[in-house]
């Protein structure tokens, strides 16, 4: 059965298609799920790249609609990617009730350090950050307002040296999987974001095989995640390569993760 539960649209600025298309797109491909998880704004509309606040209410509308009119060919459901932060969680509970989301994914491109400073995942200057990085992660797994977490290796698209805070980070991680019953995404961006020149090696951005090769030993289940930007990404080539890369590992992947 083809799934995807991570899904962009053109709301977020910086992906291109409609839900039409890429619903469209996901019927030509075969799947028998699409869930959109857009990135999620606030109300302040905070960080940027994302919907604004505004087009929160089009976009379930619209996946709303799309449920109804393509019920007997694909199941849609809606949700957001959004950053886990302490003081939004009846914001996210609301997101869930009122609003009337499916789902909400985990996805801490932003997050705040332990002295409260909150930074971008993508400029850390300091391995150190990845483990206030991973206890921000479990602590959102605890919540219950998520279903997956999103690139949970995505701290390594920082070119800083395999030590052992980034063994301790990932442990954080996957041990709060492995405590929350909680499923962690193998993202297909990443292998299309291509092979990098990095201090500890010719690799990935992510993911990072040191950190699958951990998933690996455990029972924790995988879901592959596309993180279309453009419709044609929803089934490509790279999802297919991360199909076969979490085959050949013998990670625990999983296709259904809502019920309803
Ligand atoms: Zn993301
Ligand atoms: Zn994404």
Redesign the pocket.
């Known amino acids: 059965m083809r799934t995807n539960y991570h899904t962009h649209t053109c709301r977020c600025k910086h992906a291109a298609g409609t839900e039409l298309d890429y619903l469209k797109e996901a019927l030509a491909k075969g799947l028998s799920i699409i869930g959109f998880s857009d990135h999620g704004p606030y109300q302040d509309n905070r960080y940027g790249y994302r919907m604004d606040f505004s087009d929160l209410q089009p976009y379930i509308e619209t996946l709303n609609e799309l449920k109804i009119s393509y019920r007997d060919q694909i199941v849609v459901y809606s949700g957001l990617?959004i950053e886990y932060a302490p003081s939004e969680e009846s914001y996210y509970s609301e997101l869930l009730t009122a609003y009337g989301l499916d789902y909400l994914v985990l996805?801490q491109?932003f997050y705040a350090l332990d002295n409260k400073k909150t930074v971008n995942i993508y400029s850390l200057t300091d391995t150190l950050q990845y483990i206030d990085y991973a206890k921000s992660i479990a602590r959102g797994m605890e919540t219950g307002y998520f279903k997956f977490v999103?690139?949970p290796d995505i701290m390594f698209v920082n070119d800083l040296p395999f030590d052992k805070n980034c063994e301790k980070a990932c442990d954080i991680i996957i041990s709060a999987a492995e405590k929350n019953d909680f499923i962690l995404e193998f993202n297909a961006n990443g292998f299309r974001r291509g092979i990098h020149e990095f201090t500890d090696g010719k690799r990935f951005q992510y993911p990072h095989m040191n950190f699958w090769n951990l998933v690996a030993q455990t029972s924790v289940k995988v879901l592959i995640g596309s993180?279309c930007h453009s419709p044609e990404q929803i089934w490509d080539q790279a999802v297919i390569d991360a199909y076969k890369i979490a085959s050949d590992l013998k990670l625990n992947v999983v296709e259904k993760i809502l019920n309803n």
């Open positions: 990617e996805a491109h999103a690139h993180d």
